[in-house]
């Protein structure tokens, strides 16, 4: 059963949790009196059509329904979750859930996007709501921070790790959370190194993201500081760095005086610095350094790869078809070239995920492997029949042409969005004993499963191009 979600205010937080909620299979209301509202939230999804599916190698649901309401009662109406995500003037909070919480049935979760507000302020007037706040673009980004009753907070992380999210509940109730509390030390310690004349937005930025912004991705601060102790630990960090807390390196207790004049300075370093770019362009940018760097992430499962690894496990399998589905996803933009078109190594690495996968359909999957046994590649032969390009769909079913004895020959079928042949891909395994690095026999379940696909897959056509080798021409 579909399930529904209702998003109140269709800015950019509230666009990122409508594409987060409708590209994983929700059917989602959007209530947003902007007359600009539709279009807006379509060019979020837009983006995050191109940018989501790409962190994954499963293919995500079926997108829901979108839907838009001028009519409150309307969009709330059946909703399993409720985000408001309008501005943050605390009446206009009291006025919006107080009317959510009568609306949206007794058993939706009633989420607030507010950076700042207290669940006991937001609920001071009678309304019932928890905070959900989530980080931009809300799409990509795992982190959202669950601040309110311990049930109502337990019933929203479930529903938010079944969309790819990682929520981290807040002990205790605090101004700005936990997240924002350190963007906002930052923020003000920026601000003063370009009103003294220190360092301008861009060098300051480049800071960030030439150094601890790229240790912070994978280890966040205490494990990075760990590290940064040697041998010795923590405690020597703690005890070599701990005096320089009481130095004067930090104005932490100090704002500078929002004038004319730093805002004028501020906003003319960051034109100079990024106004070349349109703001959809400078986001499809940060989406797609975002894609790489999370899809990096993944083969460590570290921080943010570690949730897409646990998301990606709990999607859905394939239909069941004639020939068994090995591959199911949506073409990364990391995996083109200039022109947009799926890059020839990238179609090598489909057909050795589809092999992986094939693998642990018959048994010899992580365990098997552990175990001391696997499949080693001998030989591919790859051809290339039609493009593919960047957010098209790739699927690849397999055919088994040998699986007798040591070796296994299988054939990948790889298809577009239409089901057009874009590629095949031939290729032979034997059968390794990972202890003696020599050929052997499988064990009797996995030669057993990969025989009966086989014998199955005899009574099938011989596929066009299989025993070809390069530079053969066709008959």
């Given at each position: 059963?579909?399930?529904?979600?209702?998003?109140?205010?269709?800015?950019?937080?509230?666009?990122?949790?409508?594409?987060?909620?409708?590209?994983?299979?929700?059917?989602?209301?959007?209530?947003?009196?902007?007359?600009?509202?539709?279009?807006?939230?379509?060019e979020?999804?837009?983006?995050?059509?191109?940018s989501?599916?790409?962190?994954?190698?499963?293919?995500?649901?079926?997108e829901?329904?979108?839907?838009?309401?001028?009519?409150?009662?309307?969009?709330?109406?059946?909703?399993?979750?409720?985000?408001?995500?309008?501005?943050?003037?605390?009446?206009?909070?009291?006025?919006?859930?107080?009317?959510?919480?009568e609306?949206?049935?007794?058993?939706?979760?009633?989420?607030?996007?507010?950076?700042?507000?207290?669940p006991?302020?937001?609920?001071?007037?009678?309304?019932?709501?928890v905070?959900?706040?989530?980080?931009?673009?809300?799409?990509?980004?795992?982190?959202?921070?669950?601040?309110?009753?311990?049930?109502?907070?337990?019933?929203?992380?479930?529903?938010?790790?079944?969309?790819?999210?990682?929520?981290?509940?807040?002990?205790?109730?605090?101004?700005?959370?936990?997240?924002?509390?350190?963007?906002?030390?930052?923020?003000?310690?920026?601000?003063?190194?370009?009103?003294?004349?220190?360092?301008?937005?861009?060098?300051?930025d480049?800071?960030?993201r030439?150094?601890?912004?790229?240790?912070?991705?994978?280890?966040g601060?205490?494990?990075?500081?760990?590290?940064?102790?040697?041998?010795?630990?923590?405690?020597?960090?703690?005890?070599?760095?701990?005096?320089?807390?009481?130095?004067?390196?930090?104005?932490?207790?100090?704002?500078?005086?929002?004038?004319?004049e730093?805002?004028?300075?501020?906003?003319?370093?960051?034109?100079?610095?990024?106004?070349?770019?349109?703001?959809?362009?400078?986001?499809?940018?940060?989406?797609?350094?975002l894609?790489?760097?999370?899809?990096?992430?993944?083969?460590?499962?570290?921080?943010?790869?570690?949730?897409?690894?646990?998301?990606?496990?709990?999607?859905?399998?394939?239909?069941?078809?004639?020939?068994?589905?090995?591959?199911?996803?949506?073409?990364?933009?990391?995996?083109?070239?200039?022109?947009?078109?799926?890059?020839?190594?990238?179609?090598?690495?489909?057909?050795?995920?589809?092999?992986?996968?094939?693998?642990?359909?018959?048994?010899?999957?992580?365990?098997?492997?552990?175990?001391?046994?696997?499949?080693?590649?001998?030989?591919?032969?790859?051809?290339?029949?039609?493009?593919?390009?960047?957010?098209?769909?790739?699927t690849?079913?397999?055919?088994?042409?040998?699986?007798?004895?040591?070796?296994?020959?299988?054939?990948?079928?790889?298809?577009?969005?239409?089901?057009?042949?874009?590629?095949?891909?031939e290729?032979?395994?034997?059968?390794?004993?990972?202890?003696?690095?020599?050929?052997?026999?499988?064990?009797?379940?996995?030669?057993?499963?990969?025989?009966?696909?086989?014998?199955?897959?005899?009574?099938?056509?011989?596929?066009?191009?299989?025993?070809?080798?390069?530079?053969?021409?066709?008959?």
């Amino acid at each position: 059963m579909t399930q529904k979600a209702c998003i109140v205010g269709g800015g950019v937080i509230g666009g990122g949790w409508a594409a987060r909620f409708l590209l994983n299979g929700w059917d989602v209301a959007v209530f947003d009196p902007d007359p600009e509202a539709e279009r807006k939230i379509g060019e979020v999804i837009d983006n995050a059509r191109r940018s989501l599916p790409a962190l994954y190698d499963k293919r995500l649901p079926d997108e829901g329904k979108l839907s838009f309401h001028s009519d409150l009662a309307e969009a709330a109406a059946g909703a399993d979750w409720v985000q408001e995500s309008v501005p943050e003037r605390l009446d206009l909070k009291h006025k919006v859930l107080g009317s959510l919480t009568e609306l949206a049935p007794k058993t939706a979760v009633i989420g607030s996007s507010t950076s700042g507000f207290k669940p006991s302020e937001l609920t001071s007037e009678g309304a019932r709501a928890v905070v959900a706040h989530p980080f931009n673009p809300v799409y990509l980004l795992p982190l959202v921070e669950l601040v309110g009753d311990a049930a109502e907070t337990a019933r929203a992380a479930e529903v938010l790790r079944s969309i790819g999210m990682f929520p981290l509940h807040v002990r205790k109730e605090i101004d700005a959370h936990i997240a924002d509390r350190f963007l906002e030390a930052v923020w003000r310690e920026a601000l003063w190194l370009v009103k003294d004349g220190i360092a301008t937005t861009e060098e300051i930025d480049e800071a960030i993201r030439m150094g601890f912004g790229l240790r912070w991705a994978q280890m966040g601060l205490f494990e990075t500081y760990r590290i940064a102790g040697g041998e010795a630990g923590m405690k020597h960090f703690m005890a070599q760095f701990g005096p320089c807390l009481s130095w004067p390196w930090t104005k932490l207790m100090d704002v500078p005086e929002f004038t004319d004049e730093l805002v004028d300075l501020i906003a003319g370093q960051s034109d100079a610095q990024s106004g070349h770019r349109s703001i959809r362009e400078l986001e499809r940018l940060r989406d797609d350094n975002l894609v790489g760097m999370m899809r990096a992430l993944k083969k460590s499962g570290s921080g943010a790869g570690g949730v897409l690894n646990t998301h990606e496990r709990a999607l859905a399998a394939p239909a069941e078809a004639e020939l068994p589905i090995t591959g199911d996803r949506q073409i990364p933009q990391s995996w083109t070239d200039y022109n947009g078109h799926m890059n020839e190594a990238h179609y090598l690495e489909a057909g050795a995920a589809a092999t992986d996968r094939f693998m642990e359909l018959i048994g010899a999957d992580a365990d098997y492997i552990a175990s001391g046994k696997s499949y080693f590649t001998v030989e591919n032969h790859l051809r290339y029949l039609d493009e593919l390009l960047a957010g098209e769909r790739l699927t690849v079913t397999t055919q088994v042409l040998q699986g007798e004895g040591k070796k296994m020959q299988l054939f990948h079928f790889l298809k577009n969005a239409d089901g057009k042949l874009a590629a095949t891909m031939e290729t032979l395994l034997l059968h390794v004993d990972l202890n003696t690095r020599a050929s052997s026999l499988p064990g009797a379940e996995v030669g057993e499963k990969l025989k009966a696909f086989a014998d199955a897959h005899k009574a099938l056509p011989f596929p066009e191009g299989a025993g070809r080798f390069v530079g053969q021409k066709a008959v």
